[in-house]
């Protein structure tokens, strides 16, 4: 992870929930650790953030939304309102609607991406998964064929990390 940017973010997220370095921290690394990393005088590595973005109940998109581009932003805008409203009867809607899009046009993953999004944030609030087998594959599939990361690619791994 990149120093002063995301430990700060996180940081900034942590204190505004109220939650302590203590807290944060337990079973995934030290209080001193963490805040070295927040400090920017540390790394972490990516599945620590990410555990520790799930102790402080923030969702990875709206830990990295500052960053990446507003391409990959605006194709979550939608679903990323209804999540934020706790909106799930919107969010099953999108799940519906971007699976049978994404039946009809298998070779268009930014209409799978869009579904998966859809999927990671219906689960979130409702602990109901709809995330199929098939869907895994798919997705296992794109991770596996990706040549050049990039903050896109990134983002599809955090989704994948939730399944």
């Not at 920017?40 to 990295?64: A, R």
């Not at 805008?77 to 099953?92: F, G, P, Q, W």
């Not at 799978?112 to 979130?124: A, R």
Request: charged share 25%.
């Amino acid at each position: 992870m990149i120093k002063n940017i995301y430990g700060a973010k996180f940081r900034e997220l942590r204190k505004q929930q109220n939650i302590t370095l203590t807290k944060a921290a337990k079973g995934i690394t030290s209080k001193s650790t963490l805040s070295l990393w927040e400090n920017g005088k540390d790394n972490l590595s990516f599945n620590q953030v990410l555990e520790l973005l799930k102790h402080i109940h923030t969702q990875p998109i709206e830990f990295i939304e500052n960053i990446i581009s507003s391409d990959l932003l605006s194709l979550s805008e939608k679903i990323h309102l209804a999540y934020v409203a706790s909106d799930t009867v919107t969010l099953h809607r999108y799940v519906i609607k971007k699976r049978e899009l994404s039946k009809k046009h298998p070779q268009n993953n930014d209409i799978f991406l869009e579904y998966c999004f859809t999927c990671m944030f219906y689960q979130d609030l409702s602990s109901d998964n709809i995330f199929t087998k098939y869907d895994k594959i798919r997705l296992t599939n794109i991770l596996t064929n990706i040549s050049e990361w990039n903050y896109k690619n990134i983002f599809i791994l955090v989704i994948h990390w939730n399944y």
